[in-house]
């Protein structure tokens, strides 16, 4: 009847798709669509200008460019995890690495946003066509994103990629694959995420291995302290830090160095109401007591404060 679909009645008919892998013609429905124009501000009276709202807009919530650029990586990411042709595989993971890129430093781009940095790095990873170039990839994008105004999460990618070349073992693509989406239900259960699930970062869990001294665990350790020096007032820069130091306690030698003498150069605040202080404090003893527990005298250090 010429309505435009709202975002929610497209979601549904895409998410159809996914769920019995037709990837192609979910992306040939992308390619298809025609977005309705933006939508005026003006409220809702009554049900008739719900109804013109829907006619003109394609439902109260309309379906909008960044809808379409986020299903289009998410699908192109979908398709090279199902591909069995590795040319094939790599041609799908490069367009989501693509796609992934311009949501976070393209037009209206958001360069802080965790699960398209990881995403992206990831499909860098997975095209190919070798790890040195994935990599110089990947880092350029971070570039980009902390010029764009990107923060946290670009300097936590960096630390990604540290570990990566310091030994650390890269999570599997399924890990940005629910088990939903790879058709692990039936086509009747449409209740599949386009989005990006919460995977976490690129480094696989369970043992770390080993890191040998040297060049990449020394400038892991110094990135790590670095974060540390920078965010380590916030709440959950030790929980952010976790994978990486748990990787340099697994080292040889002193290839956590660089961070223990961070933690040393913490003092206790000497403000009782300084808050930030306070946490950046207790950051550096939950590292050290990480790297090394037998140095950490917590109790002793707030007894004054």
Not at 147 to 167: I, T, Y
Request: contains cysteine; negative net charge.
């Amino acid at each position: 009847g010429g309505l435009f679909p709202g975002l929610e009645d497209w979601k549904l008919y895409l998410r159809t798709l996914l769920v019995q892998s037709k990837y192609a013609e979910a992306h040939a429905a992308l390619a298809a669509l025609t977005l309705p124009p933006p939508p005026s501000p003006h409220p809702f009276l009554d049900e008739d200008s719900v109804d013109l709202h829907r006619r003109t807009h394609g439902g109260v919530v309309p379906l909008t460019p960044r809808d379409v650029a986020e299903a289009a990586a998410r699908t192109a990411l979908l398709a090279g995890w199902a591909s069995d042709a590795a040319a094939e595989a790599a041609r799908h993971y490069a367009a989501a690495e693509a796609g992934y890129a311009g949501l976070l430093v393209g037009t209206d781009g958001r360069p802080d946003q965790w699960s398209f940095l990881t995403a992206a790095a990831r499909c860098a990873l997975a095209a190919g066509p070798c790890r040195a170039d994935a990599l110089v990839r990947a880092r350029a994008l971070i570039e980009k994103s902390v010029a764009r105004g990107g923060r946290r999460s670009p300097a936590l990618l960096r630390l990604d990629l540290l570990a990566l070349e310091a030994g650390a073992p890269l999570r599997p693509v399924d890990a940005w694959v629910r088990e939903e989406d790879a058709g692990e239900i039936s086509p009747e259960m449409v209740e599949i995420s386009l989005e990006m699930p919460d995977v976490g970062n690129l480094l696989a869990e369970g043992p770390v291995g080993t890191v040998a001294a040297g060049h990449a665990a020394d400038a892991l350790a110094g990135a790590v302290a670095a974060y540390a020096d920078a965010w380590g007032h916030a709440g959950c820069a030790a929980d952010d830090l976790r994978p990486y130091v748990t990787l340099l306690a697994a080292g040889e030698g002193a290839a956590a160095d660089a961070v223990v003498a961070w933690c040393a150069a913490v003092c206790p605040p000497s403000d009782v109401d300084d808050g930030r202080g306070l946490r950046r404090y207790l950051t550096a003893v939950s590292l050290l007591a990480r790297l090394r527990p037998e140095s950490v005298d917590a109790a002793g250090g707030l007894s004054e404060w």
